[in-house]
């Protein structure tokens, strides 16, 4: 690494550093200002609201990285243009390329790191803050488990119930149902392909029960609907669906293989699988906008403009991103088309700028 190279990381990691920070406090202040309520309501105590964001911080900072980075770099090539640095480095010979290069490097591997902390790391974090507030700030029985692709509860009458899938629209689907005798032994399984929710009830719909009977015989008896004594409310199973925030990519990919093997619909998880692997290069993409933006200021962009135009910017890729999302939720594009379209489209016009700079 060259002494020009050094100079030009070690300027551009201070800002990048104090632009993070400073988009840490600002997020967490609002963050803490939107649950202080729900803490003082449930009597919270400090060291668990402290030990909240501190598991929120990977999340936090996976987010905010972007901005941050695009900040810095406007800033960096505002302070080096307002210097003449940037004229005194073109007119020793040293192209433009050569002196983004080592920004566009940091910016490569920076995304690499958060691609590795966002597919192993970040979802662990988010598991461990929604926990931190279900269990231990509004006390939130824990009557349910999630593990990997299946959700086991208690219900009534020493029944436990598994569900295979509770998708995005709710539906409840593959449903086992454990009967338990006085003894605690296995009286009755009943299987059924949905668990809807009528007006009078809770109902199991296209099944088969299976009854033990104490010698020895098993009674089969199929159904098209049967009724179920279930305390559960929707909105309570819902909470417990897979999260793919909190889900690492194997466990989720795994998620996926599983509903294709039955046959499930898997469009909506497999938009969020992606959208794993893509999101971090938003960082990359970021530092090459900004750096052509940088380039083609002679006089430089002060601090305040440098966060308005970031603003501009991420303002824009967050509308392209959505927009590509949702028509991946929708099953109108591919699922790997929604997670890299925002990508595509602003590295084409980051490249775009950063070639034309003269």
């Not at 104090?18 to 105590?45: C, N, P, Q, T, W």
């Not at 449903?175 to 007006?199: C, G, H, M, P, Q």
């Not at 016009?349 to 034309?356: N, V």
Request: hydrophobic share 45%; proline share 4%; with cysteine.
């Amino acid at each position: 690494m060259s002494i020009l190279d050094r100079y030009i990381l070690k300027e551009f990691i201070k800002i990048f550093v104090i632009s993070l920070l400073g988009l840490l406090v600002v997020y967490l202040a609002i963050d803490f200002l939107g649950k202080i309520r729900s803490f003082m309501e449930h009597d919270a105590k400090l060291i668990v609201m402290l030990e909240y964001f501190l598991f929120k911080l990977p999340k936090v900072i996976f987010l905010i990285s972007p901005p941050a980075l695009l900040i810095a770099i406007l800033i960096t090539f505002g302070i080096l243009s307002r210097n003449n640095e940037i004229i005194a480095m073109e007119g020793s010979g040293i192209s433009i390329y050569r002196i983004s290069a080592p920004l566009l490097l940091f910016s490569l591997f920076y995304s690499f790191l958060l691609l590795y902390l966002n597919v192993n790391a970040v979802p662990a974090a988010n598991e461990e803050a929604e926990f931190v507030k279900d269990a231990l700030i509004e006390k939130k029985p824990k009557g349910a488990q999630f593990r990997q692709d299946r959700i086991w509860f208690r219900g009534n009458d020493h029944s436990i119930f598994n569900i295979q899938i509770i998708d995005k629209d709710s539906r409840i689907r593959g449903v086992n149902v454990y009967r338990l005798d006085d003894r605690f032994s296995i009286s009755e399984i009943v299987e059924a392909t949905e668990l809807s929710y009528e007006k009078e009830g809770r109902v199991l719909i296209s099944g088969v029960r299976r009854r033990f009977h104490p010698d020895g015989e098993i009674e089969t008896l199929p159904f098209e609907t049967l009724p179920v004594n279930l305390d559960w409310r929707p909105e309570e199973l819902r909470k417990i669906e897979i999260e793919p925030d909190n889900t690492t990519y194997t466990e989720l990919a795994s998620y996926v293989k599983r509903l294709e093997t039955g046959g499930y619909s898997t469009g909506r998880y497999k938009v969020d699988l992606y959208e794993k692997l893509s999101f971090p290069f938003v960082n990359f993409i970021m530092a090459l906008i900004g750096i052509a933006f940088g380039l083609r200021n002679s006089r430089g962009i002060g601090i305040s403009k440098s966060i308005g135009v970031s603003m501009v910017i991420g303002f824009f890729y967050w509308i392209a991103h959505s927009i590509a999302m949702s028509l991946g939720y929708g099953g109108i594009i591919p699922p790997v088309l929604a997670a890299w379209t925002g990508i595509l489209i602003f590295f084409t016009i980051g490249g775009c700028l950063f070639i034309t700079t003269r």
